[in-house]
């Protein structure tokens, strides 16, 4: 009996997973960015302890494989693309793109396609055990949670041309299935010597959190693929 529930453990953590990226859409349409955001990293949360627990309790399986992949394209594939998709809708358009207006906000959702793709690319890439080849979807849709809530107004206020957006929607669908080889943050020990990279991203991290508070994921984010484009280069 405690075998049969343990082995569903993994599998209830990536529904919550789930659960909270829908929320997080729904936070979305209503423009609540922060708690948008903060669905986001419940998420993101969950999705830690899915893999953590299905190692620690050996209950790995295809159904749980196939649902993680899911509740990942919901949570940091659509739940982002309805933030950016949401913000679109608010930007003030010039009067040459009254037109552009009412189809470049479906642009948002190339975010969702190159996510998917991203975790199909995962999940079939031998490569990726110890670290990732292209950006990290949970780490994108931070990114893109953090960015709106925390400059919704000057990414509103006119300072920022639609199609400025519409080109960093486009760069960071790209990071997500380039082959730019990205560091994971797993730890085998605690040694400075392995874990050097790792430690300064946590340690700059903890200053940007501090500091910037909301805007600072999106920070976090843009030194982790700073970080790991700098050290990649090294190698």
């Not at 085998?188 to 340690?203: A, E, G, H, R, T």
Request: glycine residues 6%; neutral net charge; hydrophobic residues 50%.
């Amino acid at each position: 009996m405690a075998n049969c529930i343990t082995r569903h453990i993994p599998n209830a953590l990536t529904c919550l997973n789930l659960f909270s990226g829908c929320i997080a859409g729904v936070m979305a349409f209503e423009s609540r960015y922060e708690l948008a955001l903060l669905f986001i990293i419940i998420s993101a949360v969950f999705d830690f302890f899915d893999g953590l627990a299905a190692r620690a309790l050996d209950a790995h399986s295809p159904i749980g494989k196939d649902l993680d992949s899911l509740a990942d394209d919901i949570s940091f594939g659509v739940a982002p693309s309805l933030i950016v998709f949401s913000l679109f809708k608010e930007m003030p358009y010039p009067a040459y793109m009254e037109g552009t207006a009412t189809w470049l906000p479906y642009s948002a959702f190339l975010i969702s396609v190159f996510s998917a793709l991203r975790l199909a690319k995962f999940n079939n890439d031998t490569r990726q055990t110890t670290s990732f080849i292209g950006l990290p979807v949970p780490a994108n849709a931070l990114f893109w949670a953090s960015l709106v809530a925390g400059y919704h107004p000057i990414l509103t206020g006119g300072s920022v041309h639609p199609l400025g957006l519409l080109a960093l929607v486009c760069l960071f669908s790209w990071l997500l299935v380039s082959e730019i080889p990205m560091f994971s943050l797993k730890f085998k020990n605690l040694s400075w010597k392995d874990n050097k990279v790792s430690f300064i991203f946590l340690l700059l991290c903890i200053y940007f959190l501090a500091t910037l508070q909301v805007r600072g994921f999106a920070t976090c984010i843009v030194w982790y693929i700073l970080l790991s484009w700098f050290t990649g280069r090294k190698k």
